[in-house]
């Protein structure tokens, strides 16, 4: 494909991005349970307005932005406050979770090279429900991560985690709360073995730091997990998820500005001129610096709080009501508005299959096979239609013996090919079963239920992998019927 030879009418192309809309998940409508977090339509105006006003500004050269740059010092100041920080704490903005999980990592492999010249391979202990942006980050920086088991409440195991330690050791993490269950591990517990050890620790509160101090005010019950904790090294908060601003905006702190100082970057010789950057990104977005300053200053504590209660109330409803239905049940003990639910029947994704049908976007979980929600303000209007449908696809589980049948068979096969096949085979051939039975990937979800099953059985997790890459290489490939 070229890029056109002749440019086409904005009108045209408009309708042309509006049409390629159709597939997308409907977020609008309150039936997706990841990826969109939703406020008030005042807060998403005044991001968006304070976004276009900074549209073309470039934060990596502070000293051309001031506007920038009081933005962003303000907004980690802000950050760092909510976060029981002192004076001391120092951080940046990043584009996302990840980058602040990566910066994280970075920082205390390179402190370690500074502080602990011994260790030439550099080990972080974390519980096994810590995000893969950890994965990611130890892979980029040949960081070695030793996982731990959680306790039978989903949260972090500090005997386990204290175990784990060896001389190469450099951070513990936990997170607040974790993804997958939304539990906040003993982060009192882990900061005070990392301090007794002379270790960092990271608070992964991505997910929690823009809600968390807000759920405590309410006064729900809530673990200590924030710079308040001595021995809390490092916390990463994303803006973009409970902070409610546009994307591509989270806070890495610093217990001080000496830590941070590893994570800067500088080159020196380059003929371009001397270059410094503190984050990943070199040409960094105004719009989302702006657009965090804009919704804070907005929402004010007391607008974080005012949504928070309603938020809270709306997770306290679908709480009770999955609660209700008979063969369903809550993995732990959820401290915010992220839970996982779970099937007594033993097959959740036969449950997640008829919610798809009926147009609800639920991830699959696995390690225990879960359904995941994220409940923001934008599900109150759908709780009941919500809760009523997990009922019906519930009661449904058990009369899908077809289904399972079907998807029983599937799974032997796979398991028969995975263990005869030479490895290069059973990636296309998983190719091509993955497209299967995810009905060709094109448009809303189809039946899943199937493919997790397979992938629970598979003897490899390895061949997981390369069958995973390979999905993901198809999808920036363009569509036959495009070429
Ligand atoms: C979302 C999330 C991340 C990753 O953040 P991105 O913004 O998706 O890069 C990391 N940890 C937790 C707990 C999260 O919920």
Known sequence: MNI?????????ILEEMNAARA???????????????????????IAQQAYLMFFSENG??????????????????????????????????????????????????????????????????????????????????????VKTALDAGFHADPHAMESAITPNTIMLVGSAPSYPQGVVDPIADLASIAQERGLLMHVDACVGGFILPFVRRLGYPL??????????????????????????????????????????????????????????????AGGTIAAAWAVMHFLGEEGYLEITRQVMQLRDHFRQGITEIPSLYILGDPDMTVMAIASQHGNIYEVGDEMSLRGWHLDRQQFPPSLHLTIHAGHAA??????????VSASLEKRLSVLKLRNLLGVRLAKFAANTLPPGMLSGLMKRASSMLTGGGSGLPGRTAAMYGLMGTLPNRGDLGEMVLDLLDQMTHLEEKNK
């Open 4 to 12: 056109p030879s002749h440019g086409r009418s904005r009108d045209e």
């Open 23 to 45: 597939g997308d998940i409907r977020w609008q409508q309150g039936k997706t349970f990841s990826l969109v977090f939703q406020s008030t339509l005042a807060v998403k105006e």
């Open 60 to 145: 990596l050269n502070p000293s051309a932005f001031p506007s920038l740059r009081k933005f962003e010092s303000e907004v980690v100041a802000m950050s760092a406050s909510l976060l029981g920080g002192d004076g001391e704490v120092a951080g940046n903005m990043t584009t996302g979770g990840t980058e602040s999980i990566l910066m994280a990592v970075k920082t205390a492999r390179d402190w370690a090279r500074a502080n602990r010249p011994d260790i030439s391979k550099p080990e972080i202990v974390l519980p096994l429900s810590a995000h893969p942006a950890f994965d990611k980050a130890a892979h980029y920086f040949d960081v070695r991560l």
């Open 223 to 284: 673990p200590e997990y924030d710079f308040s904790v001595p021995g809390v090294t490092s916390i990463s908060a994303d803006l973009h998820k409970y902070g409610y601003t546009a994307k591509g905006a989270s806070v890495i702190l610093y217990r001080n500005r000496q830590l941070r100082r590893k994570q800067y970057f500088v080159a020196t010789d380059w003929p371009g001129g001397i270059y410094a950057s503190p984050t990943m990104s070199g040409t960094r």
């Open 382 to 391: 759908v709780a009941d239609q919500f809760l009523h449908d997990l009922r």
